[in-house]
């Protein structure tokens, strides 16, 4: 069983609160638009910290971290990138590497909306967990929180930090 701290569209803020909520997580996966490497390295130094770049994000967090990452968490293979879409609604290209890649959880970023959602064509989960930073149009802070029990993606959890 693997507990999962999920944000994204931090923007290079960091909220103590991210480490509140995220204690109880064996990981921290950042869907995107981290900010600042600085901010990357707290992650890094707290947990074990998974992250792609975001469009925000400069040339020192794109030399450390992909564009997208697969990679597979007990039972349940992960797609992560950061501009990704929804179902019925993906971005250019998006489509095509699910299907080939065909995982069983999509993490994306970049909207700023919380949004999770089943892809029933694909039989997968797709997550957004909104934005953790206080630059953007959201009106709420958001993160998630869920749990991979071998095949099971389990026990999701909204958290709202507030206003932005």
């Not at 489509?95 to 039989?123: M, N, T």
Request: net charge neutral; glycine share 10%.
């Amino acid at each position: 069983m693997t507990r999962i701290g999920l944000l994204s569209d931090t923007h290079a803020y960091w909220d103590e609160r991210y480490a509140k909520y995220f204690d109880e997580c064996d990981e921290v996966w950042h869907a995107g638009d981290i900010g600042s490497l600085k901010l990357a390295e707290k992650f890094e130094q707290y947990k074990l910290f998974r992250a792609v770049f975001g469009n925000i994000d400069g040339q020192d967090i794109r030399l450390r971290y992909k564009k997208e990452q697969v990679f597979e968490i007990e039972g349940v293979k992960v797609f992560m990138t950061h501009i990704g879409g929804y179902p019925g609604k993906y971005a250019p290209g998006i489509a095509s590497k699910l299907d080939l890649e065909q995982p069983k959880l999509f993490v994306c970023g970049h909207s700023h909306i919380l949004r999770v959602k089943y892809d029933q064509k694909r039989d997968m989960l797709c997550v957004n967990p909104g934005a953790a930073g206080r630059y953007g149009m959201q009106q709420v802070r958001t993160l998630l929180r869920f749990t991979i029990d071998g095949t099971d993606i389990r026990d999701m959890e909204v958290i709202e930090l507030g206003e932005k």
